[in-house]
Nanobody, 122 residues
Framework: QLRLVESGGDWVQPGGSLRLSCRAS????????IGWFHQTPGQDRRGISC????????PYSDGVNVQFTIIRDNAENTVYLQLNDLKPEDQGIYYC???????????????WGHGTQVAVSA
């Protein structure tokens, strides 16, 4: 079974930070390209960035303005999305996805997690 599970979503005050996790099971994550996505209430899912098997990041031009970095931890079979200086418009569900080829268009990802919820308010 190949599976991705996101975690780490929580409530934070504006300006706060969160580290979201995308943990893989059933395959070795260092052989795959991983994308992170954001969906706000009532909006379509938008791509944030892809990270290659070697750790190179490629942002998507989908209009997501959140401050972020993506970090691989292959020993833990996990890719992290570090979110900083969070704003209310950064609220929503964050998803990860995987594909065993070069960073694809969002619709090309083969495996998807079910998302983790982030809330930002005072």
């Amino acid at each position: 079974q190949l599976r991705l599970v996101e975690s780490g979503g929580d409530w934070v005050q504006p300006g706060g930070s969160l580290r979201l996790s995308c943990r893989a099971s059933g395959f070795s994550l260092d052989d795959y390209y991983i994308g992170w996505f954001h969906q706000t209430p009532g909006q379509d899912r938008r791509g944030i960035s892809c990270i290659s098997a070697s750790g190179e990041t490629t942002p998507y031009s989908d209009g997501v303005n959140v401050q972020f970095t993506i970090i691989r931890d292959n020993a833990e079979n996990t890719v992290y999305l570090q979110l900083n200086d969070l704003k209310p418009e950064d609220q929503g569900i964050y998803y990860c996805a995987a594909l065993g080829r070069a960073c694809p268009q969002p619709y090309e990802y083969k495996w998807w997690g079910h998302g983790t919820q982030v809330a930002v308010s005072a």
